[in-house]
T-cell receptor, first 110, second 113 residues
């Protein structure tokens, strides 16, 4: 079945550092891809999405490009802030339900 | 404001009791979902519903039950048959398409002792 694998955390960065969180997927069809963010004790918030190959999703300085050839959807941000500290989930959907990665905890230190 | 509400935020129950978690949405979405999240893990699908009066089991439905009598509401009952019910429960909704994003509620943390 479809699945998502994302890099294990935790990831700890200094403020203004560059962020990359790797995400790869396995799918038989052509899924939509998503990044969600979860702050402590809260639900998931959609961060960005891409619906077809070569699409770039972007929001709040975060970007991810749908790479069909490498089955990847890596999350990047050029300069992280303390407020970006959270857990990030990569997800795909091509059917009735959505498949999530295990999540990557990011801590940004001032 | 449109959104998904879950209540209560925290819920405590004794072992052997059934408990019902509430989920309401005013987004006019057809599809609704229940997920379970355990510490340090991703989300696992419990049940989902694409239309009123119809629902399907997800990956971990054993020990849970749902109903979908109204489009806006999708309550989840955690029964005494669920062997390890302590977890964070998330409700989500989406439009009926098969490749669209899901929108999540704030979650309910259930503790069973």
């Amino acid at each position: 079945g479809d699945s998502v694998t994302q890099m294990e955390g935790p990831v700890t960065l200094s403020e203004e550092a560059f962020l990359t969180i790797n995400c790869t997927y396995t799918a038989t069809g052509y899924p939509s891809l998503f990044w969600y963010v979860q702050y402590p004790g809260e639900g998931l918030q959609l961060l960005l999405k891409a619906t077809k190959a070569d699409d770039k999703g972007s929001n709040k300085g975060f970007e991810a490009t749908y790479r069909k050839e490498t089955t990847s959807f890596h999350l990047e941000k050029g300069s992280v802030q303390v407020s970006d500290s959270a857990v990030y989930f990569c997800a795909l959907r091509d059917g009735n339900d959505m498949r999530f990665g295990a999540g990557t905890r990011l801590t940004v230190k001032p | 404001d449109g959104g998904i509400t879950q209540s209560p935020k925290y819920l405590f129950r004794k072992e052997g009791q059934n408990v019902t978690l509430s989920c309401e949405q005013n987004l006019n979405h057809d599809a609704m979902y229940w997920y379970r999240q355990d510490p340090g893990q991703g989300l696992r699908l419990i049940y989902y519903s694409q239309i009123v009066n119809d629902f399907q089991k997800g990956d971990i439905a054993e020990g849970y039950s749902v109903s979908r009598e109204k489009k806006e509401s999708f309550p989840l009952t955690v029964t005494s048959a669920q062997k390890n019910p302590t977890a964070f429960y998330l409700c989500a909704s989406s439009i009926a398409g098969l490749r669209d994003e899901q929108y999540f509620g704030p979650g309910t943390r259930l503790t069973v002792t």
